[in-house]
């Protein structure tokens, strides 16, 4: 019926219709002009037009067409029809003569409804292999956008953004997409080498190039051939292979180190950097025209602290791979989550990582609550659970702390009748036997006398030296009626 982005035409006055359209071929927009009597053929309006110009007619209800393509951008021609631009779906209105500049406008526009349209975009990743680039804020779906523009084409993409944001990632997903993807991704971190061997790195050597080359050996340009070479932490290459690098970008050709014969080079150069470039350029750290042959299409990758709605999602991403590397699994509240989305996340999505291993480490196969994160992490008013044991639980927990510990550590004050040190060594029975109640009872008055004599009385100190809380200890003082008095 009609191609893509085809600009439709109905206007039952053919000279304004064909006017209109020898206006939009000059710009080199493709455009189809629909009738009365072959509208009928138009069953529904395909959504992939990329405009539809609705002029007069007393064929058609307009309002009615308008209303039945929601997903179709109208621009209408003539003031007759101006009360139809209330309609959500009408970008706006065209009169004559036509103008040029707001033609153009009026098509841009249209563009931008059909772009985006709720829940197309997302659509539209789902249908592409996105892998690891997890969020549904909108910075992560300019990201993904931008990243699906860019692939198909044989740009050279700098991707911006500070450390731990994960910007090979994006460039990973760049490769996934692009017409390379079946080459290989060869990352380079040109922070991590040193300046006098990233040439032969990048470019390789020949067999006595240099004390210790003792073999021949490609380079990263060589072994990304046909596919996609990544150039990580740019900003930190030397000047000098600075110049290299830029030689190689114009004539698409390199020599090894050693070696007189040129090598085509069949790569897709992608960078990456968290340093700004402009500010280096200033202060000659690093070359302007390398510069703009590196940044023909940048992206800005997000920090974490823009995009903490992603969080919920990125912990089930990183956990899901920390399984996968044989290490254990976490779940985090939603108090934990909350306090997690208020921490500024200096460290970005490596930060993030991080601290899901060390909390899956601590808390395998657990939940996590906020008053389980670091103190750092550790940004809601916390309420932790406190858990009270019955009597029966503390209390054989008391004697096996006492049993444990020895008599030798408790005050040297007279023993009661019923339990005399002297005659009896502690933990063994004695011959003539005990009342076990009563000498449970005794014990227990007299080291809860002990410890609120030793502190003059203040029960928060005597609980806390003898591991109960300070409820369960006045419970026993009016149990034993252990007051002051």
Known sequence: MTENNTILILDENQQRAYGLSASLSFINE??????????????????????FIL??????????LIRAHPAVPFLLIGDTLKPLL?????????????NYALTTQLIHDCQEYQRLIPGKRRHDDEKQRFDGLVGETPVVQEVRFLISQVAKTEANVLILGESGTGKEVVAR???????????PFVPVNCGAIPGELLESELFGHEKGAFTGAISTRKGRFELAQGGTLFLDEIGDMPLQM?????RVLQERSYERVGGAKAIKADVRIIAATHRNLEQMIEEARFREDLYYRLNVFPIDNPSLRDRKADIPLLLKEVMKRNVNQGGASTKFTERALASLQEHDWPGNVRELANLVERMAIMFPEKVVDAADLPKKYQHVDLDAYIPEYPEEILERQALNDIFSAGFDDFSEEEPSNQFNQAEHT???????????????AELEISLISQALDRYDYVVARAAEVLGVRRTTLVEKMKKYNLNRD
């Open 30 to 51: 493709t455009n189809c002009l629909v009738n009365d009597e072959n509208y009928l053929n138009f069953v529904k309006v395909p959504e992939s037009v990329t405009a």
């Open 55 to 64: 002029g007069a007619s007393s064929f058609i209800d307009h309002e009615a």
């Open 86 to 98: 209330s309609l959500a779906n009408v970008v706006g209105l065209i009169n004559e003569p036509f």
């Open 173 to 183: 997903n760049v490769h996934l997409l692009s017409p390379r993807s079946n080459g």
């Open 242 to 246: 600075q110049v290299k690098l830029l």
């Open 426 to 440: 502690f933990g063994l029975l004695p011959d003539e036997g005990i009342d076990l109640k009563d000498f449970l």
